[in-house]
């Protein structure tokens, strides 16, 4: 078997699954195959909302599910001091937060088996959320199937998904440097620089917090993007009170901020 009907063999035994649903391309999928092997009735997607997701992000995702039933759960995750301080392990305890909670509403909706996106690839980054879904026994068929982020965005595209193009995304909380303070209002204003630079078409890009800076990390193919409208750009978001403005030549890159090491 290929890895797609390994996928499906592999669903197939669940019977039944409640699906942690981002409105990214993996969890989409996900979803999307998990419906087509086992029927809407035996699927149900639960997404989480709160000030780590960006207003376009929660829309889009609402958007998709519109065509199922499902749950939307809403947290505070400044309820969680090491996200509140962004803690170096942040991403465990902010995942086992909401999982817990995901968990819980599965079951109240009679669903024992609750699978989240991760795929192939995520396997070999800095994922500490990894661990706390493995302690909750959260499953991942994607990553289970060995499917790379490449070859669900292949198979996503065959199937007719509009996520198959939709560039990764991450907790806004991510655009800021570790041990930095974070607040509702910090994270608002990443969102919002990051918003200016969608309206040039720049979509795969992270507006990374520096302070007073703030650095622009996007695909190389977008750099004459911003070059271009370099005095727009830095005018806009100058306006949400940063000093500097700075193009980061290396591109974008996922973790920017574990690169230092784990």
């Not at 780590?52 to 519109?66: G, R």
Request: aromatic share 8%.
């Amino acid at each position: 078997m290929n890895k797609y009907e390994n996928l499906i063999s592999s669903i197939k035994n669940l019977g039944r699954v409640a699906i942690a649903y981002s409105g990214g391309c993996d969890s989409d999928f996900l979803l999307h195959v998990c419906v087509n092997t086992l029927g809407k009735e035996n699927v149900f997607p639960i997404l989480v909302k709160g000030e780590m997701m960006s207003k376009e992000d929660l829309e889009e995702a609402i958007e998709e599910l519109n065509a199922f039933d499902h749950e939307i759960i809403e947290i505070d995750v400044f309820s969680i001091p090491e996200f509140e301080w962004n803690d170096k392990k942040r991403c465990y305890f902010c995942k086992k937060n909401i999982m817990s909670q995901i968990k819980n509403v599965a079951s109240l909706h009679g669903f024992a088996n609750v699978c989240d996106g991760q795929n192939a690839d995520d396997q070999h980054m800095y994922r500490p959320g990894q661990a706390a879904c493995q302690e909750l026994g959260i499953l991942s068929p994607l990553a289970k199937a060995n499917l790379s982020k490449e070859e669900i965005r292949a198979y996503s595209k065959e199937l007719g998904l509009k996520t198959h193009a939709k560039p990764a995304n991450a907790c806004l909380a991510s655009r800021f440097d570790y041990g930095t303070h974070l607040t509702k209002e910090k994270l608002k204003r990443v969102e919002k620089a990051e918003d200016i630079l969608h309206s040039f078409c720049i979509f795969h890009v992270r507006l990374r917090d520096m302070g007073n800076t703030a650095r622009i990390e996007c695909e190389p193919k977008d750099f004459e993007k911003v070059i271009v409208n370099r005095e727009q750009i830095a005018k806009q978001i100058k306006q949400l009170g940063y000093l500097y403005v700075t193009l980061d030549l290396c591109g974008i890159v996922s973790g920017g901020f574990d690169q230092n090491g784990k």
